[in-house]
T-cell receptor
Framework: DAMVIQNPRYQVTQFGKPVTLSCSQTLNHNVMYWYQQKSSQAPKLLFHYYDKDFNNEADTPDNFQSRRPNTSFCFLDIRSPGLGDAAMYLC???????????FGSGTQLSVL | DAKTTQPPSMDCAEGRAANLPCNHSTISGNEYVYWYRQIHSQGPQYIIHGLKNNETNEMASLIITEDRKSSTLILPHATLRDTAVYYCIVRALYNQGGKLIFGQGTELSVKP
């Protein structure tokens, strides 16, 4: 059974049109992460939540926001997607920051 | 976190052992070596991790040199399903929130 679930698997949006990607987990983990992975590149950490505490990476653009309304759900909001934001977005969880991460299958975002 | 160096690609014959090297010459005393893999179009999957002793689990073995400046991931009997990108990551668990920062990885192709 999937433990970190990302929906949808594929998302198409228009240039400049806000889009939200969702992630849910059945593991009851404290930490949730969002990574961006562009074609043929390694995943890049955007931000993470430890419980309700939000931690942004220094080089994450302001265009990217996140919400975590409860333990199980976390959302990635892209306020004004550009063509350069087309990528696979990966959600991951860990019980504590120093424990192993469990990844979802990702959402492939296309920007037209 | 310390940087890692991995060969960009490797081939392995099915049924043979796959030995994936990783150099982490600037690793510090509190940093662990983690290995993840990413099968095409899926999220990364945890394989194994270690501090200074060799480790083995149901997926692989991790051999860390005595000076901890390099390590080798061993898949004892590679199958076609082991074809993936393998990431060696040095992770400071108790500093910087234990963030998992990916390098470029090794693309392993297992051939019949």
């Amino acid at each position: 059974d999937a433990m970190v679930i990302q929906n949808p698997r594929y998302q198409v949006t228009q240039f400049g049109k806000p889009v939200t990607l969702s992630c849910s987990q059945t593991l009851n983990h404290n930490v949730m992460y969002w990574y961006q992975q562009k074609s043929s590149q390694a995943p890049k950490l955007l931000f993470h939540y430890y419980d309700k505490d939000f931690n942004n990476e220094a080089d994450t653009p302001d265009n990217f926001q996140s919400r975590r309304p409860n333990t199980s759900f976390c959302f990635l909001d892209i306020r004004s997607p550009g063509l350069g934001d087309a990528a696979m977005y990966l959600c991951a969880t860990s019980r504590e920051p120093y424990e192993k991460l469990f990844f979802g299958s990702g959402t492939q975002l296309s920007v037209l | 976190d310390a940087k890692t160096t991995q060969p960009p690609s490797m081939d392995c014959a099915e049924g043979r052992a796959a030995n994936l090297p990783c150099n982490h010459s600037t690793i510090s005393g509190n940093e662990y070596v983690y290995w993840y893999r990413q099968i095409h179009s899926q999220g990364p999957q945890y394989i194994i991790h270690g501090l200074k002793n060799n480790e083995t689990n149901e997926m692989a073995s991790l051999i860390i040199t005595e000076d901890r400046k390099s390590s080798t991931l061993i898949l004892p009997h590679a199958t076609l399903r082991d074809t993936a990108v393998y990431y060696c990551i040095v992770r400071a668990l108790y500093n910087q929130g234990g963030k998992l920062i990916f390098g470029q990885g090794t693309e392993l192709s297992v051939k019949p």
